[in-house]
Antibody, heavy 118, light 110 residues
Framework: QVQLVQSGAEVKKPGASVKLSCKTSGYPFTGSAIHWVRQVPGQGLEWMGWLNVKNGDTKYSQEFQDRFTFTRDTSASTAYMEVSSLRSEDTAVYYC???????????WGQGTLVTVSS | QSALTQPASVSGSPGQSITISCTGSSSDIGGYNYVSWYQQYPGKAPRLIMYDVTNRASGVSDRFSGSKSGNTASLTITGLQSEDEADYFCCSYTSSPGYVFGSGTKVTVL
């Protein structure tokens, strides 16, 4: 079955960087793009962008263009998201998610909580 | 890109029907038949329930249905059950290009 397993919770200080992982299984990794979605505690979902796993191309939502980087390791069937210069407002749950046939998200990771606090 | 507009909350009694609206613009909902809906329980990851406006995801009850008219998409839940109490988010492809989620609706079963 399709699974996306994300790395564990992180606690970081402002200004630091963090790299989250999303290990996939149960489907051909290069066959589907990976979406990244943010959810601030108690708030809604925000589409951050997506990663074309086959060629590494990325598309970022405007709000996430500067400090966010999507990458992948095809040999490990794993996608990554790195955030630099962390701010307190980056405190959120970050989800990786598999792109369905026409772009919707058909499978979600369990989410990674990133807490940014001094 | 601003979030699509959803009512903050919708409630109904068991067995009743409810409809959740999701309003955007001609650049997203009105321009494409790529609206999806997600159900989220507290502390859990979202789950796909509807895609491409009217298609139910695998394993989703036929009590759920989707539609679209102009710039507004809707999710209808018939025969409301206690297990339907959750947050619901719509999502649409946009001309940016990219995707945008709705603001979310909390469904309460009275």
């Amino acid at each position: 079955q399709v699974q996306l397993v994300q790395s564990g919770a992180e606690v970081k200080k402002p200004g630091a960087s963090v790299k989250l992982s999303c290990k996939t299984s149960g489907y051909p990794f290069t066959g589907s793009a990976i979406h990244w979605v943010r959810q601030v505690p108690g708030q809604g979902l925000e589409w951050m962008g997506w990663l074309n796993v086959k060629n590494g191309d990325t598309k970022y939502s405007q709000e996430f263009q500067d400090r966010f980087t999507f990458t992948r390791d095809t040999s490990a069937s794993t996608a990554y998201m790195e955030v630099s210069s962390l701010r307190s407002e980056d405190t959120a749950v970050y989800y990786c998610a598999k792109k369905g046939v026409s772009g919707y998200v058909d499978y979600w990771g369990q989410g990674t909580l990133v807490t940014v606090s001094s | 890109q601003s979030a699509l507009t959803q009512p903050a909350s919708v409630s109904g009694s068991p067995g009743q029907s409810i409809t959740i609206s999701c309003t955007g613009s001609s650049s997203d909902i009105g321009g494409y038949n790529y609206v999806s809906w997600y159900q989220q329980y507290p502390g859990k990851a979202p789950r796909l329930i509807m895609y491409d406006v009217t298609n139910r995801a695998s394993g989703v009850s036929d009590r759920f249905s989707g539609s679209k008219s102009g710039n507004t998409a809707s999710l209808t839940i018939t025969g409301l059950q206690s297990e339907d109490e959750a947050d619901y988010f719509c999502c649409s492809y946009t001309s940016s290009p990219g995707y945008v989620f709705g603001s979310g609706t909390k469904v309460t079963v009275l």
